[in-house]
């Protein structure tokens, strides 16, 4: 017998008795005749059937019996679907989920990254923040990955023209306001710490647009969140003085060493400066309100976090949901997954800031660099 014309049924198997037409029309009529027809209401061209045969006999007989459309391209029929054609749509989207698209919104500026300490560092130097900002993309199948996991002090920088002033202002000023306030509190306290440890509070996955309720960018995201202190906003104000307020630091140095000679001003303003000293006292009048007007002090709190990935704010809600990123961390990252906690302690756990960076962040995301690094452990304490 030849194998590609053999039926192969639970309900029905050959017997020498039975012509094999005969047969295989009960196969048939077993699979497409409603069960209220007697065997005597099988239209006689149903045996004429040939398994193998055009598939278009088979669509009319279906369509006889009142049935959608059916083609089967196979030459056997199955009263049920293979194994392999049963599975489950969810493993299908997962296993062929295509990557997101890069991350579209074009950030500004120059900015400075504070870098925490990282655990369970392996082999190669990869720590565990790092291994985070990476495995995060993968999981969620994202256009990109962070280059590097920080924690942002200052972000858009747009006060400094080129790169290698940018440099400067790190080397020269960040550094050392750094280090002289390490410094003192070290005389005050006896403890050397250039930055306070940061707290963890909880995690948090969102998304804004661009202008809409207060959002600056066009993203979704998900974090580890931290909080902030009296220590930590004193910081960062002294850092943003030094990129934003630079000619406001300036003027005070220079008022201060007016104020210092005053007496000597005094003392020859009627002989030879009298004009020039008020004249001055006008340009400073007018520095002074410029100052109060063009560079204002920072006025909004510091929200410090860690940002795990970035995606697109359509992401929100889809490939970035809370639950989503709360397996992530208990599965992949279990060292950050107590931030994910729900409970009444505030504080999750603390991790050290082991360093500060300048990032020029002007672009894509991919298009972020790093122009210099100070690593706080080569500081002798």
């Known amino acids: 017998m030849d194998q590609s014309s053999t039926f192969v049924s639970s309900n029905y198997a050959y017997t020498p008795s039975m012509p094999m037409r005969e047969q295989q029309a009960e196969i048939i009529l077993a699979r497409f005749m409603p069960p209220s027809l007697s065997q005597s209401d099988i239209p006689n061209h149903l045996s004429t059937y040939t398994p193998g045969e055009d598939f278009g006999r088979l669509a009319k007989l279906a369509k006889e019996f009142?049935?959608?459309?059916?083609?089967?391209?196979?030459?056997?029929?199955?009263?049920?679907?293979?194994?392999l054609a049963i599975t489950d749509n969810q493993q299908i989207n997962t296993s062929s989920r295509d990557r997101q698209p890069a991350l579209r919104y074009v950030f500004s500026g120059y900015s400075i990254w504070l870098e925490l300490e990282q655990q369970e560092t392996d082999k190669n130097g990869i720590g565990d923040l790092e291994f985070a900002?990476?495995?995060?993309?993968?999981?969620?199948?994202?256009?990109?990955?962070?280059?590097?996991?920080?924690?942002?002090?200052?972000?858009?920088?747009?006060?400094?023209?080129?790169?290698?002033e940018a440099t400067d202002i790190f080397r020269k000023d960040v550094v050392t306001a750094i280090t002289n306030r390490a410094e003192k509190q070290q005389h005050e306290s006896a403890v050397k710490k250039l930055w306070p440890d940061l707290v963890a509070t909880g995690i948090l996955v969102g998304a804004e647009f661009d202008g809409v309720n207060g959002g600056e960018m066009d993203m979704a995201w998900a974090e580890v969140s931290f909080a902030t202190s009296s220590e930590h906003e004193s910081l960062i104000s002294e850092l943003?003085?030094?990129f934003y307020r630079r000619d406001a630091t300036r003027l005070d140095a220079v008022n201060t060493s007016m104020a210092e000679h005053e007496s000597l001003i005094s003392e020859l303003y009627d002989i030879f400066y009298r004009r020039d000293a008020t004249r001055l006292d006008a340009v400073n009048t007018s520095m002074v309100d410029e100052k109060k007007e063009e560079l204002p002090p920072r006025s909004q709190p510091w929200v410090p976090h860690l940002s795990i990935c970035y995606d697109n704010p359509e992401g929100f809600g889809s490939v970035l949901t809370r639950q989503l990123f709360e397996d992530f961390l208990r599965n992949k990252c279990?060292?950050?997954?107590?931030?994910?906690?729900?409970?009444?302690?505030t504080a999750k756990f603390a991790r050290a800031v082991s360093g500060i960076s300048l990032w020029k962040t002007a672009g894509t995301m991919a298009d972020w660099k790093c122009l210099d690094r100070f690593q706080f452990d080569c500081v002798k304490p």
């Open 66 to 83: 009142g049935l959608a459309r059916i083609r089967n391209q196979k030459k056997q029929i199955r009263k049920g679907a293979p194994k």
């Open 133 to 164: 900002v990476k495995e995060a993309a993968d999981e969620f199948c994202l256009g990109g990955a962070i280059p590097a996991p920080h924690v942002t002090a200052l972000y858009g920088i747009t006060t400094i023209a080129t790169d290698q």
């Open 240 to 242: 943003y003085d030094i």
């Open 334 to 345: 279990p060292a950050l997954a107590a931030a994910a906690e729900s409970s009444d302690t």
